[in-house]
């Protein structure tokens, strides 16, 4: 897994100590911290986790357990442009497996993973609802269909030179 840095601002410290401050004492104040702790900072990464479970005086274990079990919650950054490959039955029985090793083998890091510039992201997702255009990728909200990985370079490069 690629490792990277958490490079958190002076700014976004005193959002989320405004945020915590809003909660503090409430019963169920967790989920909203950690909500807006992710729109803070695009993700939670550990550093941020601990800060929520000290401030708010609950234990480091329950925080991260609340992040990794509900899915819109992310541990990893996400980068300036956001990749997903659809592995839906439709695409993968279509070969998006193989557009999906493209796009790692392409950008040098696997599925959820950040690159250490923080320019690309990639995820996999379960049915993007385009199965007549399998297999499908997605980078920005852009739908791309009946790729094959021969596709997926050039598709990058726009983004590459971004």
Same mark, same amino acid.
Not at 5 to 20: M, N, S, V
Not at 30 to 45: C, D, F, R, T, W
Not at 121 to 143: F, Q, T
């Given at each position: 897994?690629?490792? $990277?840095?958490? #490079?958190?601002?002076?700014?976004? =410290? *005193?959002? @989320?100590?405004?945020?915590?401050? %809003?909660?503090? /004492?409430? +019963?169920?104040?967790?989920?909203?911290?950690?909500?807006?702790?992710?729109?803070?900072?695009?993700? $939670?990464?550990? #550093?941020?986790?601990?800060?929520? =479970? *000290?401030? @708010?005086?609950?234990?480091?274990? %329950?925080?991260? /357990?609340? +992040?990794?079990?509900?899915?819109?919650?992310?541990?990893?950054?996400?980068?300036?442009?956001?990749?997903?490959?659809?592995?839906?039955?439709?695409?993968?029985?279509?070969?998006?497996?193989?557009?999906?090793?493209?796009?790692?083998?392409?950008?040098?890091?696997?599925?959820?993973?950040?690159?250490?510039?923080?320019?690309?992201?990639?995820?996999?997702?379960?049915?993007?609802?385009?199965?007549?255009?399998?297999?499908?990728?997605?980078?920005?909200?852009?739908?791309?269909?009946?790729?094959?990985?021969?596709?997926?370079?050039?598709?990058?490069?726009?983004?590459?030179?971004?």
């Amino acid at each position: 897994m690629s490792e $990277l840095t958490f #490079e958190g601002t002076p700014e976004q =410290a *005193d959002a @989320l100590k405004r945020c915590i401050d %809003e909660h503090r /004492g409430e +019963a169920g104040a967790l989920m909203p911290v950690l909500h807006e702790a992710q729109n803070i900072y695009g993700y $939670l990464p550990s #550093e941020v986790q601990t800060v929520i =479970a *000290d401030e @708010l005086n609950v234990p480091l274990a %329950e925080v991260y /357990g609340v +992040a990794t079990f509900y899915s819109q919650f992310t541990l990893n950054p996400k980068g300036k442009h956001k990749i997903s490959v659809c592995l839906g039955t439709a695409c993968y029985v279509k070969g998006s497996d193989k557009i999906l090793e493209a796009v790692e083998k392409e950008l040098g890091i696997k599925c959820g993973e950040c690159t250490p510039d923080r320019k690309f992201s990639i995820d996999s997702c379960r049915c993007v609802g385009a199965c007549g255009l399998a297999p499908v990728m997605i980078v920005d909200g852009e739908v791309y269909g009946k790729l094959t990985a021969g596709d997926v370079a050039g598709i990058l490069d726009k983004y590459i030179q971004d």
